[in-house]
């Protein structure tokens, strides 16, 4: 079955770029990957997603490895507000298995002032 | 334009009692998704309905059921609750169905079963 892995923690300073790393070494050639924040006591909120192109919107850019067995979240300049869990999640709508929307355990991002 | 709401926002339930809960989503969205976040076991996802057909579903016992309605509102039911189920349930629209698609998210119910 797919699985994301990501580091439980990070930290950066104010106004410094941050790169958040997932690995899903077994995905498959039909999922997309998704990033979602969810900040204390509130829904996730939608990042970015791609399938195999790199991908850049206002808020984020999304770096996708060659073999596709990882990706990068990439904040340009962190702010205060970007302070949240970032989760990784594998979509994938072909096929007949259950595993059609894996998340990852989240990164608590911490942005030093 | 309003966004997703879900209600109740807190519920306290019995366990072996039955739960509904609803959620309204963004106007003119027709997919609604939903998903149980809990510290143990993070998110994960319950099922999908586009156009008040189940799409998609996640690995969850026959106890969890969901339907839409013609105006896309959804209802997601839990039969004879455990204390496992204590958890925030949330709901999220979209305008298409499936993994292209950006979903909104709505605040969640924080259901607690004792």
């Known amino acids: 079955d797919a699985k994301t892995t990501q580091p439980n923690s990070m930290e950066s300073n104010e106004e410094e770029p941050v790169h958040l790393p997932c690995n899903h070494s077994?995905?498959?050639?039909?999922?997309?990957i998704h990033w979602y924040r969810q900040l204390p006591s509130q829904g996730p909120e939608y990042v970015i997603h791609g399938l195999t192109s790199n991908v850049n919107n206002r808020m984020a850019s999304l770096a996708i490895a060659e073999d596709r067995k990882s990706s990068t979240l990439i904040l340009h300049r962190a702010t205060l507000r970007d302070a949240a869990v970032y989760y990784c999640i594998l979509r994938d709508d072909g096929g007949t298995s259950y595993d059609k929307v894996i998340f990852g355990p989240g990164t608590s991002l911490s942005v030093i002032p | 334009k309003a966004g997703v709401t879900q209600t109740p926002r807190y519920l306290i339930k019995t366990r072996g009692q039955q739960v509904t809960l609803s959620c309204s989503p963004i106007?003119?969205?027709?997919?609604v998704s939903w998903y149980q976040q809990t510290p143990g076991q993070g998110l994960q996802f319950l099922f999908e309905y586009f156009s008040e057909t189940q799409r998609n579903k996640g690995n969850f016992p026959g106890r969890f059921s969901g339907r839409q309605f013609s105006n896309s509102r959804s209802e997601m039911n839990v039969s004879t609750l455990e204390l496992g189920d204590s958890a925030l349930y949330l709901c999220?629209?979209?305008?298409?169905?499936?993994?292209?698609?950006?979903?909104?998210f709505g605040q969640g119910t924080r259901l607690t079963v004792v």
């Open positions: 106007s003119g969205h027709r997919s």
């Open positions: 077994t995905i498959s050639g039909t999922d997309y």
């Open positions: 999220a629209s979209s305008t298409l169905q499936g993994s292209g698609a950006e979903a909104f």
